[in-house]
Each structure stands twice: as structure tokens, then as C-alpha cells.
């Protein structure tokens, strides 16, 4: 069976710095990976996904990420974080196309002035 | 508009009396789930379609039950609703390579 780790229940991050988010998974083959952002009240957006070819996924609102197969990771990043991205953010991965899927605990993002 | 509808929004009932929350979806996908989100936990995945007459268990099924006898619709049933079932409660659906992208309001329910 997956799982998804996400090692960080929350983060802290200054207007305009880095963003990093971790997330780990366990799952025999190269699973298809997901990230999502869920604002408050809000239902779940979708922000990138990686099925297979190129290693680097670039999604929306400047976000990215990097699977790993080495590491069973596939952390996402922002190169600038702005106050609008304070949220929560979730990864989630499946086995394959209309499968069952399994999220992360999630990571929530605070951003400061 | 391409939408994922839950119904209700908001609901608190009592211990033992059925209910049904609605998905309906008008994008003609193929895949609808439902989750449900606890603090601490995350999304887990309650049931899955993967066409009209076509489900499965995810990951925390007990208790639930659904159907699939429309392409567009997905409702989750409660048979006799308990208080850990108190949660909010998700309906996605998607088309093409796994379950990507659209997701309803939340379904916040309240068993008492």
C-alpha cells in the first residue's frame, strides 16, 4: 500500500523568501504524485502533477516541483513566497490513473511581512 | 461552468438517522471520490469510481456507502450516521490520468 509523509505540520516563511515543502512517499513502482493548496474554507486546488518524463514539474502560481526517485521525494518550492500563499498544502499520490489516492497530513504555510 | 456541486454545505444531525450528501459533477468525468478531512489527518479517501457502476474502497469505507448509476452523479450515504463521522467531507472528480483536479466546497457534517 502508499503513504505519503509530510514531515512539516507547519512553516514559517518570510514575505518574498524561498519556500520549500517536503513530502515523501513509500510506494513499490514510480507512483503518480500530486500537490495541492487549500485556502481557508476552501475546497482543494490543484497545483502540479507528475506521471512520468521530465523530473522537474512546473505548475501553477510559480510553484515547482522535483521528484526524486532516490529519495522517494517529491518536495515543491517557490523561488519568492507571497502573502497570498499562506494556505495549506497537500501531497498526494496513486498508484496510477483511477486509482485510490493517498494524502499527505499536509504542511500549513504562514507567511509574514 | 465547469463545477463539482455538493449538498448541503452544512448539516448536523442525530446519532442512527440516514442521510445523503450529493456530488454531482457537469464535466462529463469519469472518476468521482469522495474524501473526508480531520484535523491532523488530511484528506483520506472514503470511495472511488472509476465509471457509472463501476466503485471501490478507499482507504476509510466503513461506514459509507455510494452509487454510481449516472455518469454525473456520486452521492455518499450514510446508513446510520455515528459522531465519528462529524468531519468535512470532500467530492472530486476528474478525467484522464488519475484524480487530478476538481473538487466540490465541502459538505461540513455535524452528527450529534
Known amino acids: 500500500a502508499q503513504s505519503v509523509t509530510q514531515p512539516d505540520i507547519h512553516i514559517t516563511v518570510s514575505e518574498g523568501a524561498s519556500l520549500e515543502l517536503r513530502c515523501n512517499y513509500s510506494y513499490g513502482a514510480t507512483p503518480y504524485l500530486f500537490w495541492y493548496v487549500q485556502s481557508p474554507g476552501q475546497g482543494l486546488q490543484l497545483l502540479l502533477k507528475?506521471?512520468?518524463?521530465?523530473?522537474l514539474v512546473q505548475g501553477i502560481k510559480g510553484f515547482e516541483a522535483e521528484f526524486k526517485r532516490s529519495q522517494s521525494s517529491f518536495n515543491l518550492r517557490k523561488p519568492s513566497v507571497h502573502w497570498s500563499d499562506a494556505a495549506e498544502y497537500f501531497c498526494a499520490v496513486a498508484p496510477g490513473g483511477y486509482q485510490k489516492v493517498t494524502f499527505g497530513t499536509g504542511t500549513k504555510l504562514q507567511v509574514i511581512p | 461552468e465547469a463545477q463539482v456541486t455538493q449538498n448541503p454545505r452544512y448539516l448536523i444531525t442525530v446519532t442512527g438517522k440516514k442521510l445523503t450528501v450529493t456530488c454531482s459533477q457537469n464535466?462529463?468525468?469519469?472518476?468521482m471520490s469522495w474524501y473526508r478531512q480531520d484535523p491532523g489527518l488530511g484528506l483520506r479517501q472514503i470511495y472511488y469510481?472509476?465509471?457509472?457502476?463501476?466503485?471501490d474502497k478507499g482507504d476509510v469505507p466503513e461506514g459509507y456507502k455510494v452509487s454510481r448509476k449516472e455518469k454525473r452523479n456520486f452521492p455518499l450515504i450514510l446508513e446510520s450516521p455515528s459522531p465519528n463521522q462529524t468531519s468535512l467531507y470532500f467530492c472530486?472528480?476528474?478525467f484522464g490520468q488519475g484524480p487530478e483536479a476538481f473538487f466540490g466546497q465541502g459538505t461540513r457534517l455535524t452528527v450529534v
Open positions: 507528475y506521471f512520468s518524463g521530465d523530473t
Open positions: 472530486a472528480s476528474s
Open positions: 464535466m462529463n468525468h469519469e472518476y
Open positions: 469510481s472509476m465509471n457509472v457502476e463501476v466503485t
